[in-house]
């Protein structure tokens, strides 16, 4: 059973700068897709950048592409998402995710791919 708990999020000001972070236990994420997720009221949740498992290939969501960044550390088995230059637009409940499957989907970073979430996060963008 894996658990995962994110950290990091609060009240930031536009422009500014947060660093979220997913701590796993039960299983190793290494050798699974991993992935950082979002959700405001009456929106549905979505991807906003995943970890491809195999090559490690990432992948951004268009509205956060070159200001987040992604990465991992395998030895703590953590998941961490760096936010830049934030936006009001970026408010949201941020969750981790991990898909434990193994399947090599044709599009990966899609909600309904992961098993398991942490209990998110709020980040909030406003001056």
């Known amino acids: 059973q894996v658990q995962l708990v994110e950290s990091g999020g609060g009240l930031v000001q536009p422009g500014g700068s947060l660093r979220l972070s997913c701590a796993a236990s039960?299983?190793?994420?290494?050798?699974?897709?991993i992935g950082w997720f979002r959700q405001t009221p009456g929106k549905e949740r979505e991807g906003i950048s995943c970890?491809?498992?195999?090559?490690?290939?990432?992948v951004y969501a268009d509205s956060v592409k070159g200001r987040f960044t992604i990465s991992r550390d395998n030895a703590k088995n953590s998941l961490y998402l760096e936010m830049n230059d934030l936006k009001p637009e970026d408010t949201a409940v941020y969750y981790c995710a991990a898909d434990l499957s193994r399947v090599r989907w044709e599009r990966p970073c899609q909600e309904y791919e992961f098993d398991y979430w942490g209990q998110g996060t709020q980040v909030t963008v406003s001056s």
């Open positions: 039960g299983y190793s994420l290494e050798p699974y897709q």
């Open positions: 970890i491809i498992s195999g090559d490690g290939t990432t």
